[in-house]
């Protein structure tokens, strides 16, 4: 068992030593993609759900969650973020809001967590702040589009509408 990097020789959870490693400059980018019904969408994008400003709120929500993915996340590493952007994409012709979190550190391990979680936490706020107008909404196309920094190098989705 000791291939895996967060199991010890006995088999139990661990979180990973990155204390040897050198602090370096990581960035990820995230997104989620809310998809709901045209009247949903419009009430978003001209500010008429009743609870608020929407996509700004999710946009607080977002960044906050980044801020605490290691409360959330098991083996996340607690991470003095230098940077969280989240920022929205309405797509008119198919009512779904792409959502885009991006994420900087410098330091011993990467943070794809951070930026997936703060796509995800603005996704679910825009579905929390919307329920009453449209249960059906859908979270979907949750992914990390790129990652810079670290041991392993770059990584960049080549075609975020599709996997790979």
Known sequence: MGSFTHLDEEGRVRMV????????DRRAVAQAVVVMQPETFTRITDQRIKKGNVLETARIAGVMA?????????MCHPLNLRHVAVDFFPEPDTHRIRIEAAVRVIDQTGVEMEALTAASVAALTIYDMCKSYDRGMAIVDTWLLSKSGGKSGDFSRGNPEGEG
């Open 17 to 24: 030593d990155v204390g040897h490693k050198p602090p370096t």
């Open 66 to 74: 980044a801020k605490k993915t290691a409360d959330l996340i098991p």
